[in-house]
């Protein structure tokens, strides 16, 4: 998607489906929930289809994208790798 990496890394193949579960977040909401920290290596709980309450571990952080228009500010995004059915507890 070509959005600007921050800190940390995009997805690569660690991230393959044995692997531990990891995000990418965008900077609002990097700035929002971990004010005057660094959000790499924070743990999120997410729920898994399947396999119930996970903590997953955030590798990047990236850009804000303005997906509303832009006059609308940022919303807080996380990024999963395709095929990583979640849903945000």
Do not use: C
């Not at 920290?37 to 804000?64: F, T």
């Not at 919303?75 to 990583?84: D, L, S, T, V």
């Amino acid at each position: 998607m070509r959005i600007p990496v921050l800190r940390g890394r995009l997805f690569d193949e660690r991230d393959g489906p044995d692997a531990p579960l990891v995000t990418i977040v965008n900077d609002t909401m990097a700035r929002k929930f971990w004010p005057n920290e660094d959000a790499l290596g924070k743990r999120i709980g997410v729920v898994l289809e399947g396999r119930g309450h996970v903590w997953i571990q955030i590798v990047g952080v990236v850009s804000n994208v303005r997906q509303m228009g832009l006059d609308v500010l940022p919303k807080e995004e996380m990024y999963f790798r395709i095929g990583k059915q979640m849903e945000i507890t």
